[in-house]
């Protein structure tokens, strides 16, 4: 498995142990919307694990987007890469309840996002920040919790 696949799989995951507001989605059917933001790493890894996947009936769909003022309706946003003061520029336009922001270290914006993907010894980790997580009203699982490289408070 590539790292972008492992990191596709992580996100299915990190969706299925976030619980968000109920305010986050304007129906009780609307689907969980995963958005990539900036260039999409992925290809068509992403598109491939959340297929037909569901979570607390919801179904998944995967959304690019080229700008922040565009993230309207998505729950959860991974950044890709960005210098830093477009990255700043993008999680203050972003700052609402229920958007779960993701990110990589390396990139300007990993310091900022609730979680970001770690590259330790070839493995992808992950880190949290559960202060950013609370101020997005998002409630991360103890289970995700215990499995973070690190957890920021």
């Known amino acids: 498995m ?21 305010q986050a989605f304007a129906t009780s059917d609307e689907p969980l919307m995963v958005c990539v933001l900036g260039e999409d790493p992925f290809g068509r890894a992403l598109d491939d694990v959340l297929s037909g996947k569901r979570i607390e009936g919801r179904a998944l769909s995967v959304r690019r987007i080229s ?4 993230t309207k309706g998505c729950h959860i946003v991974f950044i890709s890469s960005l210098d830093r003061k ?50 997005a009203k998002l409630r991360v699982s103890s289970r995700l919790l215990s499995l973070a490289l690190q957890v920021r408070k």
């Open 86 to 135: 477009q990255a700043l520029a993008v999680l203050a336009a972003m700052n609402e309840p229920g958007l779960l922001t993701i990110g990589e270290s390396g990139n300007a914006a990993s310091g900022d996002t609730i979680i970001s993907f770690v590259l330790e010894e070839g493995k992808v980790r992950f880190a949290i920040d559960s202060a950013a997580a609370e101020r």
């Open 2 to 22: 590539d790292e972008y696949q492992v990191k596709a799989a992580f996100l299915y995951n990190f969706a299925r142990f976030v619980d968000w507001p109920p």
């Open 67 to 70: 700008d922040a003022r565009r």
